[in-house]
């Protein structure tokens, strides 16, 4: 089988490519590298099962390109960030809107059957309901939101009217190796981890009591997997929350991520960086627009139906993601 993995150079789509490629599979990966990275995919351009296409998904005739001999689709190339799409909601847009219909067209041009996309938590907007259930969405509040949700009413019409198979993955903040801990939109974790590693006190917006459903990256590729190789039809044309279905606020998150940091510096002789580090606490900023105040998921449709079944909970996936931010940031050069 050959699966097209778009933003396969991204941080969920290179995990994506690697796990694949671990299991026998032919690799294609599009990406455009706006925000994905060659050096996640470096070690793949020697496997013979593994091809790279340079292009973008706002243009239809690279995705036809793509697609061509290709099993199944899994799409996981979009621009992220809530904050991105509030200063910059056009290129928001056209990527992961236009772009997304693109994908789906040349998908179904090139008698694509199966066509697993990445949704995102950011659908449920408004809704103050807990644990979220797929059925009750709120209103979007962000350009982010709109344009995932925008993602799963195509899809359903493509299902509808075109006979594809399409199955939704509503990501509930992902986590994990190849999470870019620099830059203005990098996720909250890379940043905490970033900031303690460094000896900097990490902002948190808002009074800390926010929630997320953090979920580690290998849960979610089980995920992609799961809705790639299922036979079963009632898994068909549905969207699915992948979290672990574990609510952590951010103070929490914070206490977590300097425990997990002292607790290896401490164990590996950088005691005095260790107990620095311990007496570090955070910068509280103002809310920021567009952010869900809480947030847990209900997967227990992804359990029956998919057979779901993450396996790395958040202490655990903090621990893997040290492990790998200290290959990338020596310890040595930074203690």
């Not at 809107?97 to 179904?108: D, E, P, R």
């Not at 103002?286 to 997967?299: E, N």
């Not at 057979?307 to 621990?319: A, E, Q, R, S, T």
């Amino acid at each position: 089988m050959k699966v097209l993995v778009t933003g396969g150079a991204g941080f969920i789509g290179s995990n994506l490519c690697e796990a694949l490629l671990e299991r026998g599979y032919e690799v294609v990966c599009l990406d455009n590298f706006i925000t994905g990275k060659k050096e996640n995919i470096e070690e793949f351009l020697r496997n013979s099962k593994f091809k790279l296409i340079e292009g973008d998904i706002r243009n239809i005739e690279v995705c036809l390109e793509a697609c061509k001999g290709v099993d199944v689709v899994l799409h996981q190339a979009a621009v992220g960030s809530v904050p991105r799409s509030i200063e910059d909601p056009l290129t928001t847009h056209q990527c992961n809107a236009t772009g997304f219909v693109n994908m789906l067209w040349a998908a179904y041009k090139n008698g694509i059957k199966r066509f697993v996309y990445a949704s995102s938590s950011s659908v449920y907007g408004d809704i103050q309901d807990l644990p979220k259930v797929e059925e009750r969405i709120g209103k979007p509040l962000s350009p982010y939101a709109v344009s995932k949700y925008t993602n799963e009413l195509y899809a359903n019409v493509f299902s509808n009217i075109y006979g594809m198979e399409t199955i939704g993955l509503r990501y509930f903040n992902v986590f994990g190796k190849k999470q870019d801990p620099y830059g203005p939109y990098a996720a909250v974790i890379p940043k905490f981890f970033n900031a303690l590693i460094n000896e900097k006190s990490p902002v948190i917006y808002g009074d800390g009591e926010t929630t997320r459903d953090f979920c580690h990256v290998d849960n979610v590729v089980q995920a992609n997997i799961l809705a790639m190789e299922t036979d079963n039809p009632e898994a068909l044309n549905k969207v699915y929350n992948i979290a672990y279905g574990k609510q952590t606020s951010l103070n929490e998150l914070f206490r977590m991520i300097k425990d997990v940091i002292v607790e290896y510096l401490s164990s590996n002789g950088y005691k005095d960086k260790a107990k620095r580090i311990s007496k570090i606490e955070p910068i509280y900023g103002p809310f920021r627009k567009g952010d869900i105040r809480h947030s847990l998921a209900d997967i227990s449709k992804a359990i029956k139906l998919l057979g779901f079944k993450p396996k790395i909970d958040v202490k655990n996936g903090l621990k893997l993601y040290l492990f790998w931010f200290l290959k990338i940031e020596s310890v040595k050069e930074i203690s």
